[in-house]
């Protein structure tokens, strides 16, 4: 059996990185059936045995990380009777074709991330508790969110969640760790679920108490009250990297 394995980093949200990787096929002619599809996470192709193959898959992993999306591809084929030899040529032709394909697709991607909506958060954490905001009128009136809001054009994601934060709540951070991404319902950009993203890091405060310029009102919560809380759906995927987080300080 040969494998090979490739590991992208694209400067894009989960969506955007798993529909450009779909749009864009694979950089070689045999067609392969759709094993699995979990968008935004997960798919897996299949060929059919073929003269010089006994068969061939290829599977990708994309997963959330503060500098964008890891795309991790695993392809493994058989080449059966035919061998050793086959198998080194087909090797070549796929290392050559991915390496090509891999930068057309993480410039491809990074360009249509410019188009998506991004919205970046803060989990403030002091003395093991964390900032939890209320947000007042539109949609989610009432409903608790993280501090934050959406990275303007040509912005970067940190700079964008300092200065929301700096806005609404008139204090300094200093993002640290990366807790994760998830997929906004439409509501804020537009379009169909997941068309925006919602990205969070744990952050510390370095200047200034939190006052709600903003918000309807601010709390700093311990782990055990983050369920309580009547989030905005899309929050609640991200409360076990906020509490692992309480749990670290
Ligand atoms: N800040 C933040 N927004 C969230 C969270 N979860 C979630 O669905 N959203 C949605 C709500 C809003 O529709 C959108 C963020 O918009 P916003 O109104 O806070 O952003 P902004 O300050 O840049 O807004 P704007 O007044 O400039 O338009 O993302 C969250 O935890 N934090």
Redesign the pocket.
Known sequence: MFQLRFTTLVEAPLTVAFDVARALGRPWGTPLDEVVSQRPWRDVYAAAPAPGRRWLTHSRRFSATGAGTLVEEQLAWDTGVLGTLLGHVLRRRIVRAMQSHLDAYAAAAARRALDVLQ?V?AAIVDDGRVLVAQRSGGP?DALW??????VEPGESDLSALVR?IGEELGVAIVPRAFLGEVL?DG??GGGAPGSST?RVWEARLTEGTPVAHEHAALRWVQEDELEALDW?P??RPLLPAVRASLRRH
């Not at 969110?145 to 959406?150: A, D, L, S, T, Y």
Request: aromatic share 12%.
């Open positions: 919205v958060g989610y969110e993280f501090p934050g809001g959406k929301e906004l509501v804020v919602l905005i899309a929050d």
